[in-house]
């Protein structure tokens, strides 16, 4: 009834390979659009802003990222939190260098830097693959970090290594330092987000998306027609260190504004879950980046604030509590559905289209 | 049916809760973060009871401060930094004071905080040149800085060795992050001054794997080694240091790197081991016979209560007494017992704990005297050394409380804070 596709008819190419080919997605992704960007600033406070819609915007950024590479390209790899510390350092380093330089400009520039990086650690994947590609992906995990322990002028010779973020500004208002008003910080990863967001659709839609997940079905079949491997796996590598390296840029100037590089970009801090979040959200599934952030970031955030101001458990019982409920449902998740919450959205549009009267 | 009446009946009382919550949070609060799980939690537990027991015997006792209740909200952090800015943001509203306790929670919160109007008081870590109050105007740190605590082992050192200890060769272990770091500077600049060799160890979080920093010990035997170490760093690294053999007595914690729990795996192989701290061991202090007499035998004792009296758990009281007090003082400069949280930094900034005072408050003699000024927000910097006796199972102070290399560090400081004050555009106050 609801996603009945019924008389829906495209009398052109162009309406037959929209992203939201159904009028249904289309009208309830417009309104949740018009909420984000109509609605949420004028509401939101600074525990919303800091504690949930920032972090949720920059982890799906850095899910498409790897979605791109892991779930599109099928290269695994576990290299997400150094690659995030390079855009978070280059962030850091282009500020200081030129202080008028715009922030927008300063955040796009980050993710160029990664994608170099990207590029030459993605070179390994031209010789390995699968679980081998993971293990080389790891060393550059160790390395990156390591690098900006061990060389301080990554970190402006600050005694402890710490890096700090100054106040920039767009159109007069500050969106990065502490003196930055929420909307205005949470409209600058919305932004972001939604335009790299619909790049990377169109890109998987595109010829080089396809010739991605032409690699990634078979290396050898892709080959033998045509798709040059070395061209295709460093472009996935490049794009998808372009997204997790502004997601760094972003986590560092936007959301935290002062980190420490072994602590905030450990790899249990930002390697695993971003990789889980793509399992649990859907491998190859652009919604699955995000369900699968909000699964992993706000899950836990969620159950907490019920457990211990609704339910008046003390912090650590709901802590212990938080983590058996947030593993359990991850384990009945995948049970339930191996290929993500994607799919089970999917499956569920399926039922929607024949209920109430199913035959 | 039934259902709909029961979201009914649910959301109502959701909102019931939350109508009393707002009622709750008119008296002073002072939220907690706290970790009580992960692998900083034996050194977490008995510090947040130490802050808890103190609370329920002042309001037990006293009836809150000035007859305001205290309320004290516990969040935990896992000593998360992203755990610690969500939990900022969620209690923030007119908190008093944050004890952020992890010194890279600190470092989020100084810019958030001192944009917020918040008060952040981390007891003895967290960034030294916070001690300049010209720069830092929300940010406390007394009685003692990281800097302090890196000069007086040094100092110990020296005095071990008749003041000459060119050519020696002293490693420091510590945590690889903002806290681990935050001594290297002011030990290579002792280095240049005093002549001796410095070999900088860090251990990644959690700190469960040190035989490679020990095997490096073993084989470049430094003469000395000091670990700013926490959480199950510390039971490993002194675990270790007994395996190999090292002179424990040559062998230094930072105050945070010397309680009952980082000691106590190592049995009696860490007898002998050093530690600084700014706050006597024990029991039997006035205050703990108050908390016994209000909490502890009432049944409401924090945790299951078998911290009492340890290194830790006195931190706590000592970290919540000086918050107390500091609301105290608040009070009374402003003549109001319904404080704001910008009247309570105030009280924070004019805390003189001298001699008489600790008396008063049951603190006699339970660590030295110290007092916060506009300039001076980290206290008198004195710290003592204490040494681990395993058979007896208890610290013995060795020495007296001792200050640090004033000339190297407050050069540094007066150095870091400039820096901080130039890059964030701050003016310079109480001139």
């Not at chain 1, 912090?315 to 290929?339: D, N, Q, R, S, Y």
């Not at chain 2, 007494?321 to 924070?348: C, F, L, W």
Request: proline fraction near 4%.
């Amino acid at each position: 009834m609801i996603y009945k596709e019924t008389g829906q008819f495209k009398s052109t190419y162009e309406s037959d390979h929209s992203i939201f080919p159904l009028i249904q997605d289309k009208i309830a992704f417009n309104i949740l659009m018009l909420v984000a960007f109509l609605v949420v600033p004028f509401f939101i406070d600074s525990y919303w802003e800091k504690a949930i819609l920032i972090p949720f915007l920059i982890y799906s950024m850095a899910a498409i990222g790897l979605n791109i590479l892991t779930g599109y390209c099928g290269q695994v790899s576990l290299g997400t939190g150094g690659f995030m510390a390079v855009g978070a350092f280059a962030t850091y380093k282009i500020m200081t260098f030129f202080p008028d330089l715009n922030i927008m400009i300063i955040v796009l520039l980050s993710g160029v830097i990664t994608a170099f990086v990207g590029i030459l650690f993605g070179l390994p994947s031209l010789r390995i693959k699968g679980f081998y590609l993971a293990v080389a992906t790891l060393a550059s995990q160790f390395f990156i970090i390591w690098l900006f322990n061990k060389v301080p002028w990554f970190y402006n010779y600050s005694d402890t290594g710490q890096i700090t973020v100054s106040e920039r500004t767009m159109f007069g208002v500050a969106v990065t330092g502490a003196n930055a008003p929420s909307y205005a910080t949470y409209l600058f990863c919305l932004i972001l987000v939604v335009v790299l967001g619909f790049a990377a659709k169109n890109m998987i839609r595109s010829k080089i998306g396809r010739s991605w997940m032409a690699i990634r079905d078979m290396d050898i079949a892709a080959e033998i027609i045509g798709v040059p491997p070395l061209k295709t796996k460093l472009s996935a590598f490049a794009i998808s260190s372009f997204y997790i390296g502004i997601a760094g840029s972003l986590y560092f100037a936007v959301y935290l504004g002062a980190l420490e590089v072994t602590e905030s970009f450990d790899i249990m801090a930002i390697s695993f879950p971003v990789l889980f979040m793509i399992i649990i959200g859907g491998l190859g599934s652009m919604l699955g980046s995000f369900l699968g952030a909000a699964f992993i970031v706000l899950l836990p955030i969620f159950l907490k604030n019920v457990m211990v101001d609704l339910i008046g458990l003390s912090a650590v019982t709901a802590k212990h509590f938080e983590i058996t409920i947030w593993g359990l449902l991850m384990v009945v998740f995948l049970i339930l559905e191996p290929h993500g919450l994607a799919r089970l959205w999917s499956i569920a549009k399926e039922k929607l289209r024949k209920w109430p009267f199913p035959y | 049916m039934g259902l709909k009446k029961m979201m009914v009946g649910f959301l109502g009382s959701v909102i019931a809760i939350g109508g009393f919550l707002e009622v709750a949070t008119a008296d002073l609060k002072f939220p907690m973060l706290v970790y009580r799980t992960g692998a900083y939690a034996p050194n977490g537990i008995p510090n947040a009871d130490g802050f808890v027991d103190y609370y329920k015997m002042i309001n037990a006792r006293d009836g809150g401060i000035g007859g305001e209740k205290i309320v004290f909200p516990e969040c935990e952090t896992g000593y998360k930094t992203q755990v610690g800015v969500e939990c900022y943001e969620k209690h923030k509203e007119n908190a008093m004071v944050f004890q952020p306790m992890s010194t890279g929670i600190t470092y989020q919160l100084i810019p958030k905080a001192s944009a917020d109007g918040v008060t952040v008081y981390s007891t003895g870590y967290g960034r030294t040149s916070a001690k300049n109050g010209k720069v830092f105007k929300w940010i406390f740190n007394a009685p003692a800085t990281y800097w302090d605590g890196a000069s007086i082992a040094v100092r110990h050192i020296l005095k071990q060795n008749m003041g000459n200890i060119k050519g020696k060769k002293i490693a420091l272990v510590y945590h690889n992050s903002a806290y681990g770091k935050e001594p290297i500077r002011t030990l290579q600049v002792l280095a240049k001054k005093h002549g001796y060799k410095l070999m900088l160890l860090p251990v990644d979080h959690p700190g469960q794997e040190q035989k490679a920093t020990w095997l490096k010990i073993r084989k470049q035997r430094p003469n000395y080694v000091l670990m700013w170490g926490w959480g199950v760093m510390n039971q490993v690294a002194i675990k270790q240091a007994s395996s190999i053999k090292f002179p424990m007595e040559n062998f230094i914690g930072i105050w945070w790197s010397g309680s009952e729990n980082d000691v106590m795996p190592a049995g009696a192989g860490a007898h002998g081991y050093k530690a600084l701290t700014f706050n006597a061991p024990g029991d039997d202090y006035q205050v703990h016979k108050d908390i016994k007499k209000y909490v502890h035998d009432k049944g409401q004792a924090s945790g299951d209560g078998s911290h009492f009296g340890t290194v830790l758990y006195n931190r706590g009281l000592f970290q919540a007494m000086v918050q107390v007090e500091a609301a105290r003082v608040a009070q009374k400069i402003h003549g109001t017992s319904k404080i704001t949280p910008a009247m309570y930094r105030d009280g924070m900034e004019n805390v003189d704990l001298n001699a008489k005072r600790m008396e008063e408050l049951g603190f006699k003699n339970f660590a030295p005297p110290f007092k916060n000024t506009c300039e001076n927000h980290g206290g008198s910097g004195l710290a003592a050394v204490q040494q681990w006796d395993a058979k007896a199972k208890k610290w013995n102070m060795i020495t007296e409380y001792m200050y640090g290399d004033a000339e190297v560090v407050d050069k540094l400081i007066a150095e870091d804070s400039t820096k901080y004050a130039k890059e964030q555009k701050i003016a310079m106050r109480c001139n």
